[in-house]
Each structure stands twice: as structure tokens, then as C-alpha cells.
């Protein structure tokens, strides 16, 4: 079946602008995670969804940061006023449930680059 | 607390040998430790995956082994292969939520 998609798979934007980043979770699954990964870094942990409902947003690094899940499938990341240190691959997971026994199933990554 | 060291960062196998990486974490509450495989411009996808009351796990070439008292878990790639290079990445949750990833070892299998 389809995988997590995410859309856009590049975005350029310049400093200040408002970007939205969207993610298809795989059908069915009711987690929905976001995680940012720099170059030569592991994915680093923003915001988890369970159902409509951020079940965890401690990771967020900021208030520029939000996301959204309305219908509790699509998933979009909002970043506002980007700065230049935004500039990461921002990676979408997806799992059947969050619990231990639910492996995360992720996309291929939005990379946003901020000039 | 919540970090996940791992090591080596970056490792260079002849095809055949076995491609060890290692990984310790500090919390205690950490459930479930899975290993990722990522490829260049792709999202990182799950490997094989290990629970705190089992100390080996082996799937394929792929096996986990867990030391719960010294809290470090590894990685063994048996008989490696040019198409296992790749970017590893151990990972750790409490109850399948906020997974903490290490900083990845990049793999080189030579032919």
C-alpha cells in the first residue's frame, strides 16, 4: 500500500516567510509524528499526534513552530518568520498506534532551506 | 537523560565482515529500542526492533543484542554487503511515543 507522503519534497524560502509542510499519513494509522533532522544528525523529535489532538508538542523549539491535524489524518507544519537555522529535513512518521509495538513508518522528508 | 549516545559515527566494512554499532541511553523507562536504515534522501526506515525483556533478536543477516543492566544495546550486520551502506540509526521510546534517535553511524561496505 501507499507509504507516508509529504509534500513539498524541497522548499526554498526566504527569511521571514510563513511555510506550511503537509504529511499523508498511512491509512488507518491514528499517530502521527514530526521530526526535524539536520545534516549528519539523527531525527530530532517536534510534535506527536494521537487522533486530532497533540498528544505531545514538547519538542517544538519555539512558538514559530505549530501543527495541525484537524480530521485526524492529514497533518500540516506551520512555520512562521523562518530564519536560516530552520533550514533542516523536516520528516513525517506515521504509526498504527502509539505503543511500544507500533513502529514508526516514515515519509521521505520535506528539505527546507531558508536563504 | 533522554539521549541516546551511539557509536562509531562512521565505520568502514570489507563485504563479507561484520558490521558492528553500539548505542547506551540513561533512562530507565525506555520500553522499546528499534534500529533504522536510511538511505541518501529518504526517510529512515525501520530495521529490526527490540523489547527489555529479550537480550537477542535475529532477523536475517540483522541481530539486536540488549544488556538491560548496562543499559547498551548493538547492532550486528552479519556477512555485510555493498547495498548495506547506509546511515544506522538506534533509537529508544517510552510506550511508543517520543522515540529519541541517536546521531547515526554511517556505514561503508566495501566490495
Excluded at chain 2, 1 to 20: A, D, E, N
Excluded at chain 2, 25 to 39: G, I, L, S, V
Amino acid at each position: 500500500g501507499a507509504g507516508v507522503s509529504q509534500t513539498p519534497s524541497n522548499k526554498v524560502t526566504e527569511k521571514g516567510k510563513y511555510v506550511e509542510l503537509r504529511c499523508d499519513p498511512i491509512s488507518g494509522h491514528t499517530a502521527l509524528y514530526w521530526y526535524r533532522q539536520s545534516l549528519g544528525q539523527g531525527p530530532e523529535f517536534l510534535i506527536y499526534f494521537q487522533g486530532t489532538g497533540a498528544a505531545d508538542d514538547s519538542g517544538l523549539p519555539n512558538d514559530r513552530f505549530f501543527a495541525v491535524r484537524p480530521e485526524g489524518s492529514v497533518s500540516t507544519l506551520k512555520i512562521q518568520r523562518t530564519e536560516r537555522g530552520d533550514s533542516a529535513v523536516y520528516l513525517c512518521a506515521s504509526s498504527l498506534n502509539a505503543r511500544g509495538n507500533s513502529p514508526l513508518h516514515f515519509g521521505n522528508g520535506t528539505r527546507l532551506t531558508v536563504t | 537523560q533522554q539521549q541516546v549516545k551511539q557509536s562509531p559515527q562512521s565505520l568502514i566494512v570489507q563485504k563479507g565482515g561484520i558490521s558492528i554499532i553500539n548505542c547506551a541511553y540513561e533512562n530507565t523507562a525506555f520500553d522499546y529500542f528499534p534500529w533504522y536504515q536510511q538511505f541518501p534522501g529518504k526517510g529512515p526506515a525501520l530495521l529490526i526492533a527490540i523489547r527489555p525483556d529479550v537480550s537477542e533478536k535475529k532477523e536475517g543477516r540483522f541481530t539486536i543484542s540488549f544488556n538491560k543492566s548496562a543499559k547498551q544495546f548493538s547492532l550486528h550486520i552479519m556477512d555485510s554487503q555493498p547495498g548495506d551502506s547506509a546511515t544506522y540509526f538506534c533509537a529508544a521510546s517510552t510506550g511508543g511515543q517520543n522515540f529519541v534517535f541517536g546521531p547515526g553511524t554511517r556505514l561503508s561496505v566495501l566490495p
